[in-house]
Nanobody, 115 residues
Framework: QVQLVESGGGLVQAGGSLRLSCVAS????????MGWYRQAPGKQRELVAH???????NYADSVKGRFTISRDNTKNTVYLQMNSLKPEDTAVYYC?????????WGQGTQVTVSS
C-alpha cells in the first residue's frame, strides 16, 4: 500500500515562496507519475503540476512561470517550489501518485497566501 505524505504548507504573504514535499512510501518501485493538485474552498480539485509516466511535466496555466515541480527518484519524492504566491493560490495542496492502475492521494497540506 503506497502512502503519500505532504509537508511544507503554511501561511505566507503575497509575493512570498513555499516549497512543498511529498514522500511516497510502501513500494519498492519508482513511481513515474506523481504530481500536485489543489482544492480551494467551494471549488473542484485541479491540477497544479505533475510528471507524466513518460517523464514530461505539465503545469496549470495559472502557475506557469511561478511554480516548479521537481523530483528525487532515489527517495520517491516530489517537490513543488512555489514563488510569487498570490492570494488565489490559497488551497489545500494534494500529492497524487499513479502506480500501475491505482491512484493514491496524500492527506493534503494547507497553503494560505495573505494579501
Amino acid at each position: 500500500q503506497v502512502q503519500l505524505v505532504e509537508s511544507g504548507g503554511g501561511l505566507v504573504q503575497a509575493g512570498g515562496s513555499l516549497r512543498l514535499s511529498c514522500v511516497a512510501s510502501g513500494t519498492r518501485f519508482s513511481i513515474p507519475a506523481m504530481g500536485w493538485y489543489r482544492q480551494a474552498p467551494g471549488k473542484q480539485r485541479e491540477l497544479v503540476a505533475h510528471f507524466t509516466s513518460g517523464g514530461s511535466t505539465n503545469y496549470a496555466d495559472s502557475v506557469k512561470g511561478r511554480f516548479t515541480i521537481s523530483r528525487d527518484n532515489t527517495k520517491n519524492t516530489v517537490y513543488l517550489q512555489m514563488n510569487s504566491l498570490k492570494p488565489e493560490d490559497t488551497a489545500v495542496y494534494y500529492c497524487k501518485a499513479v502506480l500501475t492502475i491505482i491512484t493514491y492521494w496524500g492527506q493534503g497540506t494547507q497553503v494560505t497566501v495573505s494579501s
